[in-house]
């Protein structure tokens, strides 16, 4: 920014005004109307910055009164806080729901997103590739509501006998543990729902980077004699796999901050607890403020608010690892 | 490797040679045919959710999808009420979008102008691309509880009207309008640019009417897209707006009801206890109005998509 000072400024000060120094000064130089326009855009893009200041600004001075609070103030003003817990011990189980949820969802969403968008940008005909993609996209047109519905109403009863299947065949691993719920309102069905959601944005990602493979290096494969997917395996992943990390990544942010489909699907808890396939063991930061918010007091929505921050925290450093991780690549131009 | 006997000695090179190399390696022939059938099955596996979702919205929201539904509020109507509508949320959606539209647009194209006219390779410029990417990222019910802090401290605590939602909306919108209009505004060949300026046209009317003018298509879409990812935003609204059962037109005073916060209310009302034999009570009437409000969402969401990708192609100027 400083940089461009003097050479706006420079060819200004020596000319005096006129019509000689006009044609001289057009260029660099703005003037009137473009000197207005560059301050309004250049004012839009400090703007966003400003935007993003407010947003923590304006969450930590919300929360301030539940952050500086006694932990036994909060449980005597909110009904539905625990006793004797700080603050820290009431988010601690949300942060963990939280990052479960998120974490369930992408380890399902992940290796069918890369097939995906191999089958997209290798394996379908070239006519139907763009067709196809766009109707993956069109998954992530949804809105998270339907996606609630869907998964409340439809999805839950038919994949509950699933889930049973699992708790008495698959119980001892700790993830399938506990009393399988008869309604298949759990943190599986949740995942499973998430994991459809954050499907198009890592697929987008991933298609954009596996179409950027050096066509030379498949061509060199295949002269090799390697099959389609031993191209794809000595290629196209070694290639793109830090565009990987970071789809996932970005669908990992997109499933933290996920609400509806929590909100409609889970049976909630406030527990540490791998169970997966059990009600009432966990529940995710956002689900919960949508839950408490409209009923809250002052104090209830301090805390609340508090909640939300640790949310932005967590999906600004996770978003910002991704990006980090593309900005890596020069030659990735960065698709979302 | 296997030890499938490689003898067969190549008489003529063509055809039998590569005979000779495919016969070599069956367990490699056998690991792309399963890999490539499990890349078709990841593709089948996605469009399963897309077409169940799809078929329920469609098949059980259709039957209570007519013009009473879509032109009465939920005022006055309670238990199993064979009545109640939508009107107040369509009313209630469309000006809180259009409104968050209305702060978007201007900012995002501008910041957009700002990333592609004036900012290459600035250090602020770099900055802003940052944060775009970053803001992407935040968590739709984030930018609720950032609206709804913002007019806390404006007008004291507990402030619930459709602006709130608007700002609340606007503050994911933006970064979805710069980052499409930034792509398109790209797009628009420097020769254009150039050749405007030598013509002696101020910049910001070469802007105005040369790069703005070649990619309108391109930002028609763009703003689109972001009107239907925000519009089906349920969490932002469902802590700013609130929930009303009668008509609002005023944005600025009062509750007001969305059709996603419309969708979530009455799946959570869920069935309706009624007295045996009481033929005009419904049990499940909240669920039937929450999938045909749904299949109504899912509808203005699709359409919006398709003019969108519409317009690009059919208004795109040719460049190449």
Known sequence: MTSTQPRTAGPTEPVKPGTTARRLRSGHGDRGGSLAFRWLATGAGILILLILAAVAVFLVQRAWPALTADPSELSDAISWFPEDTSLLGFVGPLIFGTLLAAAVSLLLATPIAIGIALFTSHYAPRRLASALGYVVDLLAAIPSVVYGLWGGLVLSPIVQPVWEFLGTYLGWIPFFGGVVSPTGRVMMTVAVVLAVMILPIITAICREVFLQTPRLHEEAALALGATQWEVVRMAVLPFARSGIVSAAMLGLGRALGETMAVLMILSPGFLYSFQLLAAGQQQTIAANIAAQFPEANQTGVATLIATGLALFIITLAVNMAARAIVARRKDFSGAN | ?320
């Open chain 2, 1 to 320: 490797m296997t030890t499938t006997p490689t003898s067969t000695t190549p008489t003529a090179a063509g055809t039998s040679l590569r005979e000779a190399l495919q016969a070599t390696d069956r367990r490699r022939r056998r690991t792309d045919l399963t890999m490539r059938v499990l890349i078709i099955a990841a593709f089948v596996l996605a469009m399963i959710p897309l077409l169940s979702l799809t078929w329920t919205v469609v098949s059980k929201g259709i039957g209570r999808l007519d013009s009473y539904f879509l032109l009465h509020s939920m005022r006055g109507v309670f238990g199993g009420m064979d009545a109640g509508g939508i009107y107040h949320a369509i009313i209630g959606t469309l000006e809180i979008t259009l409104f968050a539209a209305l702060i978007s647009v201007p900012i995002g194209l501008l910041a957009a102008i700002y990333l592609v006219e004036y900012g290459n390779g600035k250090a602020l410029a770099r900055l802003v691309t940052f944060l775009v990417d970053v803001m992407t990222g935040i968590p739709s019910i984030v930018a609720g509880l950032f609206a709804y802090a913002l007019f806390a401290l404006i007008l004291g605590p507990g402030a619930k009207f459709g602006a709130i939602g608007s700002v609340a909306l606007s503050v994911l919108m933006i970064p979805v309008v710069i980052r499409s209009s930034e792509e398109m505004l790209r797009l628009v060949p420097n020769e254009l640019r150039e050749a405007s300026l030598a013509l002696g046209v101020p910049r910001w009317l070469t802007i105005i009417k040369v790069v703005l003018r070649t990619s309108v298509a391109g930002l028609t879409t763009g703003v689109m897209l972001a009107i239907a990812r925000v519009i089906g935003e349920t969490a932002p609204l469902l802590l700013t707006v609130g929930v009303v059962d009668s008509i609002n037109f005023n944005l600025f005073e009062g509750r007001m009801m969305t059709l996603p916060v419309y969708v979530y209310r009455q799946y959570a009302q869920g069935l309706v206890p009624c007295t045996d034999g009481d033929a005009s009570c419904i049990p499940d009437i909240n669920l039937q109005r929450a999938w045909a409000a749904a299949l109504t969402l899912f509808l203005i969401v699709m359409v919006l998509n398709l003019i969108g990708r519409l317009v690009t192609r059919l208004f795109a100027p040719k460049i190449r």
